[in-house]
């Protein structure tokens, strides 16, 4: 499989065009003695090798690698705000200047322990960040929790982005909880039956479920995020394997492009359900304590 994000490939496709473009000159030398407005063949298509080696190097060598680079959406893990066969639109420069934020939708080099059998390594993610370094997030029963870092209060988060689809297959919801720097979950199959607590997707011992049960929810790690999909109860996503390092962070969701029908803005389709209910990017209520920790 071509692989553009290798340079050596992106090179190479340059020096082709130059190479047929030589060898154009070589066998259709361009008449000196015609006028540039001539349309002789040889001269008209030199100078469109010419604008596409130019067009395509600033593609492949400045804008892909460094500005925007266009996503593919092949799975439901994100719906109902990005939808399988959605094409966006990806900002590499906003996280070379800062670090991903609450909410903000994020593309993302899959840890290894997130790949399935058969996925490549290296594959890209897309998911939302729920939880930043130093912030303490936790899940009950569907609802996030969270303390931003330095602050003293948790907030219950309003998800207007999420959806929980009920049918056989897919767990009615989770709890997740990060204890000692590691992420642990526990599926419901039913209303108010909650499994096992687990671990990358394995259960923990019996002699351990007490233990998380019981734990105080820590914080992200520093370089850590934690991502969630949108569908979440149809993700693979940190509820199961854990956090994204910083390094694996490739660049912010911003436009649908593709198809016309789906044409917008990331935020807008995740915070504003309704032209006529806007929804602050961040709607969050304060508690006094954690709940649902035991």
Request: aromatic residues 12%; proline residues 10%; neutral net charge.
């Amino acid at each position: 499989m071509l692989n553009m994000d290798s340079w050596f490939w992106r090179i190479a496709i340059v020096l082709a065009i130059v190479v047929v473009r030589e060898f154009v000159r070589y066998l259709f030398p361009p008449d000196p003695n015609a006028p540039a407005d001539s349309g002789e063949g040889s001269r008209w298509l030199i100078e469109m090798l010419d604008s596409a080696a130019i067009a395509i190097g600033l593609v492949l060598f400045i804008i892909q690698p460094f500005l925007l680079q266009a996503f593919f959406i092949p799975s439901g893990s994100m719906e109902n705000t990005l939808l399988i066969g959605d094409r966006l639109l990806v900002s590499k420069l906003v996280y070379r200047l800062e670090d991903p934020s609450f909410q903000d939708v994020v593309v993302f080099r899959a840890p290894e322990v997130a790949l399935s059998p058969g996925t490549p390594e290296g594959s890209d993610f897309i998911k939302r960040c729920i939880g930043t370094p130093g912030d303490t997030v936790y899940v009950v029963n569907r609802q996030v929790y969270r303390k931003a870092k330095g602050e003293s209060t948790f907030m219950k988060v309003t998800e207007p982005y999420t959806k929980w689809k009920e049918e056989a297959g897919l767990s009615y919801a989770y709890d997740m909880k990060i204890v000692n720097d590691m992420v642990y979950s526990r599926e419901y199959a039913e209303p108010g039956e909650p499994g096992p607590w687990r671990l990358d997707g394995v259960p923990l011992p019996q002699s351990e479920q007490a233990y998380i049960s019981g734990a105080k929810p820590s914080t992200v790690p520093p370089g850590k995020f934690l991502m969630l999909g949108d569908h979440r109860n149809n993700s693979n996503d940190g509820h199961v394997w854990g956090f994204v390092p910083r390094a694996n962070v490739i660049g912010k969701a911003i436009f649908v492009f593709w198809p016309p029908t789906r044409l917008g803005m990331l935020d807008q389709k995740s915070f504003l359900p309704t032209r006529q209910t806007p929804v602050q990017k961040t709607p969050l209520t304060p508690i006094n304590q954690p709940v649902g920790i035991r």
